[in-house]
C-alpha cells in the first residue's frame, strides 16, 4: 500500500518533491505532465511549477495501472476518473479487475486442456456427440468471435468435425483442447507463426513441457499486473475523491 503524501492537501510541492515521493525522475514528472497523466502544475510568478501531494497520488496511480493496463489506457483512465463521477470510477476500475480475472481463467482452462491432451497422448481419443460444440458455442465459451475460429482452422491451428448434411462446423473434445491453447497462447501476444509452431509440437514431450512454461508464464504476468493494480488502490481512491471535490474559487 502507499504510503501517504505528508502535508495539506493543497500544501505546494517542487518538481523535485514530486519525483522523490512518486519515484519517477524530475524529466519524468514533466513528461508525464505533458501527457495530461497529472494536471498541469500552478505556475508562480518567476515561472517555477508548484504540485500539490493529489499530483503525487496520480503519478503513483499511473505507475500501477500502466502496470495492470499499460501505459496509453492507464493515460486513458486516469483523465476519465478525473472528470467522471465516482460510480463511473468504481465501474472503470472494476473492469480493469474482470478483464484479468478473465484472462486468468482463459490460461487456466488452457493448462487443463493441456493436461488431458498430456494425459491421452499415444491413446486413441473416444469422443461423444454431446462432448461436442457448435462454432458460435465455442467462441462464446472462449470470447471470441466466430471468425476467429475460421481463421484459426484455415491457419490448421483448430480442426473442427462438419455436419454432412449443413457442412457445419462442431468442435469434439480435441479441437475444443486446442483451441483453449490457442486462445490463451494468442492473447499473451503469440502470432500465429509461433502459435502454429507451439501446437505443432504439443504431441512431443519437449513440445508440451515448453507449452506448459509459456502458460505458467502467462499466468505470472497475469499475477504481477494484478498486484500492480492492487498497489494503486489507495492512490486511486485519492484521485478519484479529489474529482469530487469543488473547486476552489
Do not use: C, K
Not at 476519465?80 to 484472462?103: F, Q
Not at 462442431?170 to 479441437?175: I, T
Not at 499473451?188 to 512454461?213: C, F, K, N, W
Amino acid at each position: 500500500m502507499a504510503e501517504p503524501v505528508s502535508g495539506p492537501q493543497r500544501a505546494a510541492l517542487r518538481t523535485t518533491d514530486v519525483a522523490v515521493e512518486s519515484g519517477y525522475s524530475v524529466q519524468q514528472v514533466r513528461d508525464l505532465e505533458r501527457l495530461g497523466v497529472i494536471p498541469p502544475a500552478a505556475r508562480s510568478s518567476n515561472g517555477y511549477r508548484s504540485y500539490t501531494p493529489l499530483h503525487v497520488h496520480a503519478l503513483r496511480a499511473y505507475r500501477g495501472l500502466a502496470g495492470a493496463v499499460g501505459p496509453v489506457t492507464a493515460r486513458q483512465m486516469l483523465a476519465e476518473l478525473r472528470t467522471g463521477t465516482i460510480a463511473e470510477a468504481a465501474s472503470a476500475i472494476n473492469t480493469v479487475h474482470v478483464r484479468l480475472a478473465r484472462e486468468r481463467e482463459e490460461v487456466l482452462h488452457a493448462q487443463q486442456a493441456l493436461r488431458a491432451i498430456q494425459a491421452e497422448a499415444n491413446t486413441p481419443e473416444f469422443e461423444q456427440d454431446s462432448d461436442a460444440m457448435t462454432i458460435t458455442e465455442l467462441a462464446g465459451a472462449l470470447n471470441v468471435r466466430p471468425s476467429a475460429l475460421r481463421f484459426w482452422e484455415q491457419e490448421g491451428l483448430v480442426t473442427p468435425e462438419r455436419v454432412t448434411s449443413l457442412r457445419a462446423r462442431r468442435y469434439g473434445l480435441s479441437a475444443v483442447r486446442a483451441a483453449n491453447i490457442v486462445a490463451a497462447l494468442r492473447g499473451a501476444g503469440y502470432g500465429i507463426p509461433a502459435v502454429r509452431g507451439i501446437m505443432g509440437s504439443l504431441h512431443q514431450l519437449d513440445g508440451r513441457e515448453g507449452t506448459q512454461r509459456i502458460l505458467q508464464q502467462r499466468l505470472d504476468r497475469i499475477a504481477t499486473r494484478t498486484v500492480a493494480l492492487l498497489r494503486a488502490g489507495a492512490d486511486l481512491a485519492a484521485v478519484i475523491t479529489a474529482a469530487q471535490e469543488p473547486t476552489p474559487t
